[in-house]
């Protein structure tokens, strides 16, 4: 069974500029969430999603959001980005929502901000 | 209070040693605790997991400890090895998979 994909694996963008990143889960899985990992802050809950609506949002500003398809994937946009919006942004997927059902990260997208 | 305090930073172990590292919690909502192992390039990978009605968990090398009444929660690593080097980052939840991550705990095993 492949993992979870997120694409692209590295983006370089300029402060002020938007992104998209997308998120591929684990066939079947019907959960995705978003983390923000930085050296400084660690591992960041963003938003969950189950069936296409957001169950759960993390401590961010409105400038993050997300979707569901509804075959699962997922996108997180960030508009108006700022330098510390650099991050390893990670996506996991899992069979349910709810913590009965293991996460499964996929390796992340690389979002630098120039 | 969401946080989840998780010492040491860093750790370094001799091959065949035993790796512990510890997590405090605050929220007693908290149901739910996994630990991840995360290597470089890689996304975090769940490696054992408990819930506090069990005060201890063993998956092969790998054993959890718990104790509700402290709020704290351990991560064991018999005869360490060296691919076991990684970050180790420990997390707790009660809602969902809206995780708290520990800072992490990055381990050397020397050969």
């Known amino acids: 069974k492949a993992g979870v994909t997120q694409t692209p694996r590295y983006l370089i963008k300029t402060r002020g500029q938007q992104v998209t990143l997308s998120c591929s889960p684990i066939?079947?899985?019907?959960?995705v969430s978003w983390y923000q990992q930085t050296p400084g802050q660690g591992l960041q809950f963003l938003f969950e999603y189950f069936s296409e609506t957001q169950r759960n949002k993390g401590n961010f500003p409105g400038r993050f959001s997300g979707r569901q398809f509804s075959n699962s994937r997922s996108e997180m946009n960030v508009s108006t980005l700022e330098l510390g919006d650099s991050a390893l942004y990670l996506c996991a997927s899992s069979l349910l929502a709810g913590n009965n059902s293991p996460l499964h990260f996929g390796n992340g997208t690389r979002l630098t901000v120039t | 209070q969401q946080q989840v305090k998780q010492s040491p930073q860093s750790l370094i172990v001799q091959k065949g040693g035993i790796s512990i590292i510890n997590c405090a919690y605050e929220?007693?909502?908290?149901?739910?605790f996994p630990w991840y192992q995360q290597f470089p390039g890689k996304g975090p990978a769940l490696l054992i997991a408990i819930r506090p009605d069990v005060s201890e968990k063993k998956e092969g090398r790998f054993t959890i400890s718990f104790n509700k009444s402290a709020k704290q929660f351990s991560l064991h690593i018999m005869d360490s090895q060296p691919g076991d080097s990684a970050t180790y980052f420990c997390a707790a939840s009660n809602a969902g998979n809206m995780l708290t991550f520990g800072g992490g705990t990055r381990l050397m095993v020397k050969p």
């Open positions: 929220n007693t909502a908290f149901d739910y």
């Open positions: 066939s079947g899985h019907r959960s």
